[in-house]
């Protein structure tokens, strides 16, 4: 039997991708949510525009499943994973699951400001956050949204789309320089800027003023203090690997695990946000927790778990929606290269754009510009499947 900790995109994709390849023994997939897999990157774009009451209780509408795959696994839906034993053994809060593997995909937790407990402040991770803060935003006038990466700018933009008054403030004083190269980071906070959003870099946040217990605004490190309804914390995730703490497996900021998502627990396999790969020629040695890398993670421990040789590694791809703008960046931006436009143009918000050698590039930016950009990531995907030895 095969027990799946975390019943989301990475165990999913374990999961099927074990029949893919022909595995045919029980799969369990413990999930601490109520919910069948579905998907999170909508939940900071389309979701929260619809309001609470609008947005379905059964999370259908963004599923992860095909039809009928449900019926391929044993689903412990509501059940937390509390520790790990040799065997391996996954312990849960309704019991013990022996199994003879184990895979944790227990994805990451929004990180958090201390003291950021007051009514109005959201943090954004699961469909409950997002019912939340749509129903907090649906009266509110000013929101501020604490950290300018994507979830926090796409956030942002679904905000200022619905009418509210949006700040950004970041800690940063050059924010998304380091995906983009920090011409296109410039870009970008001029693309806020343009829709409304009033963004502050180079910002602390000293504390959060609040009148009965909720927040009524945000006191920068300054003295400035900036209205505000509802706050979001979009300061990051963390690799959510609390629950295996006192557990005999190595953890540093997430599962530690070989190429193949071996962890240093016999027997037990870590995929997606919870883990964190180790060896340099992984493809996606540094943390990468986005839904390609989670895919790709996935996939690897499930071909090692099945006895097949790993699948070629892609590059790095992430992608984000911002004021009507889709934004895409393959491979590693080299620090403080600014990438050079190859293709469209900058100041027409739609171009593409190459860090390094253009035959060869380290990076690829593009913004609504899809084809070329999928020509070049392809090339970057044969280059990085051509370095690494599978
Ligand atoms: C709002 C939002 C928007 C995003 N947008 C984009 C985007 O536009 N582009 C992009 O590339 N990426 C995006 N991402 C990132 C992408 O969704 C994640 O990288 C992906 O969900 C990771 O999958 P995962 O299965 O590893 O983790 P998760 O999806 O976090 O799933 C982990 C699951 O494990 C469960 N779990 C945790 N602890 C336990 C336990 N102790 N016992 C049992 N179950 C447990 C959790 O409840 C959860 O259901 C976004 C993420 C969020 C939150």
């Known amino acids: 039997m095969i027990g799946i900790v975390g019943a989301s995109l990475a165990g999913l994709t374990v999961a099927r991708t074990l029949r893919s390849l022909g595995v045919t023994e029980p799969i369990i997939l413990v999930g601490a949510e109520p919910w069948l897999p579905y998907d999170r990157p909508p939940l900071s774009k389309e979701v929260i525009t619809a309001g609470d009451e609008s947005i379905a209780p059964d999370p259908g509408w963004a599923t992860l499943l095909t039809p009928g795959e449900a019926d391929e696994f044993d689903w412990r839906l509501g059940v937390a ?37 007051l009514a109005g402040v959201h943090t954004l991770r699961t469909l409950d956050d997002a019912r939340r803060l749509a129903d907090d935003l649906h009266d509110a006038r000013d929101l ?94 963390v690799a959510e690997t609390d629950w295996a703490a006192n557990s005999p497996i190595a953890i ?46 996935a996939r690897a421990v499930a071909h090692a778990v099945a006895g097949h040789p790993r699948p070629a590694p892609r590059a790095p791809y992430v992608w984000s929606e911002q004021h009507g703008h889709r934004i895409q960046i393959c491979g590693t931006m080299p620090r403080g290269v ?22 060869r590039p380290d990076a690829v930016v593009a913004v609504d510009m899809p084809r070329p950009f999928t020509r070049l990531r392809k090339a970057m995907d044969a280059r990085v499947a051509g370095a690494v030895r599978i």
Not at 85 to 104: E, K, M, Q, R, Y
Not at 343 to 354: C, T
């Open 338 to 359: 600014d990438p050079t436009v190859v293709e469209g143009s900058v100041d027409d918000d739609a171009f593409v754009a190459v860090a390094g050698d253009p035959d």
């Open 81 to 117: 994973a509390t520790g790990l034993a040799p065997g391996p053994v996954i312990h849960t809060d309704h019991g013990d699951i022996p199994a003879d593997t184990v895979v944790l995909a227990t994805g990451a937790r929004a990180r958090r400001l201390p003291g950021d407990v």
């Open 144 to 237: 501020v949204v604490i950290g300018a990466g994507f979830i926090g700018a796409e956030i942002a933009s679904t905000a200022a789309a619905m009418g509210r008054r949006v700040t950004i403030v970041e800690r940063a004083a050059d924010p998304g320089a380091a995906a983009l190269g920090p011409r296109l980071a410039a870009w970008a906070l001029d693309l806020h800027r343009r829709a409304g959003v009033d963004v502050v870099v180079d910002a602390g946040v000293a504390d959060l003023e609040a009148v009965d217990g909720r927040v009524r605004a945000v006191r920068l490190a300054d003295g400035t203090t900036i209205p505000a309804d509802v706050v979001v914390v979009g300061v990051g995730a």
């Open 252 to 297: 540093d900021g997430g599962f530690l695990t070989d190429a193949a998502g071996a962890t240093s627990m016999p027997g037990v396999w870590a995929a997606g946000d919870c883990a964190r790969v180790t060896a340099p020629d992984a493809g996606h040695a540094v943390p990468h927790q986005h839904w390609s890398a989670a895919i790709e993670s």
